[in-house]
């Protein structure tokens, strides 16, 4: 490989990541310069510069990084080797700026207590400090090492997954009138009154759907935390979007290569897709006023007062505090 350029190994990443697999570079190559120029085999070892790449980000230093608001997914990619799905677990953040970042990710063949707190641990090793928010879906072993080490922050269920689950509860005709009601709790002008619509709706429905109650209150607290942040983030911060958003980007690259042989090049690969994709979302968009109000809301949770816990979770209920009692 001394004879190639650097120029062109970029290239070749670049179309790696891009989309295309080691045969197809490959081929394209010959075809544009009329004639052989790289074996698959030394595609193979310059697509390995992602390696290098992601332990720099693996370990970088997120002092610097000033988090707001924190999303947190797994996405699940085949590896031929074990011929079964392995989990990658990744840590997005909107910081107060607005940039959105790519904190985080890493394998996680489930999300248990145990390898969703190490994860945490990491971040907070190498300089994160408590966000305000923390959006998620409602796996428990991950909610639960959320408050061991983040007690103060707000954790947030995610809209997008509840309303799939409160869907299953009702009969088809019944849902536009539900969600209707359900949509108007959640986009409530303060906790307290989406509070009061929730249990207008559960005593409307106590009797015909109990389903759909017992659903609505289960993680009841978590669902309306997104109301205690600034309005126009609250769109942003109640729903684990921007996490699904770079996994539709992540899954378009490994169709190609639907059955990874490796853990190592999985990760490497699902990190060159996500880590082009946050250096494309890197835009500021919050205002001074916004950033203000992020302040005012880390000043009320006492976030920057926190150290962080080690101990583990009671069994039984979450030390989540909303803004209201924090206040």
């Known amino acids: 490989m001394s004879h190639t350029s650097e120029v062109l190994k970029k290239l070749i990443v670049e179309m790696y990541v891009g989309g295309m697999s080691q045969r197809d570079i490959e081929q394209g190559l010959e075809s544009a310069v009329g004639h052989f120029l790289l074996a698959h085999r030394t595609v193979s070892e310059i697509a390995e510069s992602l390696a290098e790449e992601y332990e720099a980000f693996r370990t970088r230093d997120l002092r610097q990084e000033p988090v707001a608001y924190l999303f947190i997914d797994t996405v699940y990619e085949p590896l031929r080797r074990w011929g079964q799905k392995t989990g990658v677990l990744c840590v997005w953040a909107i910081c107060e700026d607005g940039r959105k970042v790519l904190l985080s990710l890493s394998t996680a063949n489930s999300e248990s207590f145990e390898s969703c707190r190490e994860v945490f641990r990491d971040l907070v090793k190498r300089g994160l400090r408590p966000p305000a928010t923390i959006t998620t879906d409602g796996a428990i072993g991950l909610t639960q090492a959320l408050d061991a080490v983040w007690p103060k922050s707000l954790r947030i269920r995610c809209w ?121 979302w890197g835009k500021k968009c919050f205002s001074e006023f916004e950033q203000q109000q992020i302040h005012s809301l880390r000043t009320q949770l006492k976030l920057d007062e926190q150290e962080v816990s080690m101990s583990e979770p009671s069994p039984y209920v979450p030390t989540r505090r909303s803004a209201a009692s924090a206040a």
Request: charged share 30%.
């Open 160 to 280: 997008f997954h509840k309303m799939q689950n409160l869907q299953q509860k009702v009969p088809a005709q019944a849902w536009p009138e539900v969600k209707a009601l359900l949509v108007d709790m959640r986009d409530a002008p303060s906790q307290e009154k989406g509070e009061k619509r929730r249990a207008a709706i559960v005593e409307r429905y106590q009797g015909e759907f109990p389903e759909l109650c017992r659903c609505l209150l289960d993680d009841a607290e978590a669902s309306l935390n997104h109301l205690a942040v600034p309005k126009r983030h609250q769109q942003y911060v109640r729903t684990s979007n921007l996490v699904e958003r770079a996994f539709v980007e992540e899954r378009r690259r490994t169709k190609v290569i639907p059955h990874l042989w490796t853990e190592g090049s999985l990760v490497h690969l699902v990190f060159g897709v996500l880590i082009r994709v946050s250096d494309r």
